[in-house]
Nanobody, 121 residues
Framework: QVQLVESGGGLVQAGGSLRLSCAASGSISSITAMGWHRQAPGKQRELVALINSGGITNYTDSVKGRFTISRDNAKNTVYLQMNSLKPEDTAIYYC???????????????WGQGTQVTVSS
């Protein structure tokens, strides 16, 4: 199995910043992509940002120019730097990692436990 441990959530005022981290561990051969999703109460989970194995990034329109996704390959860790936060960003943020298991090379799709981000006005 592959485990994802998230950290960095919390309460911040509008206009502030927060940095989320997600560390992957377990029987990993390679990682295809890492991403962040978020879900607000009563709403569908949405993709926020992703980064593939080549370092190419994509963002949902609402966070472009404010959020930055990055990764540390040596640590199997993905980060989400969130600047100029708005109350609309309030949600539970989930890390997601796609890759291949070690030895078997079977694909995996692993999710973190979620971390709460609350932005006050």
């Amino acid at each position: 199995q592959v485990q994802l441990v998230e950290s960095g959530g919390g309460l911040v005022q509008a206009g502030g910043s927060l940095r989320l981290s997600c560390a992957a561990s377990g029987s990993i051969s390679s990682i295809t992509a890492m991403g962040w999703h978020r879900q607000a109460p009563g709403k569908q989970r949405e993709l926020v940002a992703l980064i593939n194995s080549g370092g190419i990034t994509n963002y949902t329109d609402s966070v472009k120019g404010r959020f930055t996704i990055s990764r540390d390959n040596a640590k199997n860790t993905v980060y989400l730097q969130m600047n100029s936060l708005k109350p609309e960003d309030t949600a539970i943020y989930y890390c997601n990692v796609l890759g291949l298991y070690r030895y078997s090379f079977r694909p995996f799709n692993s999710w973190g436990q979620g971390t709460q981000v609350t932005v006050s006005s």
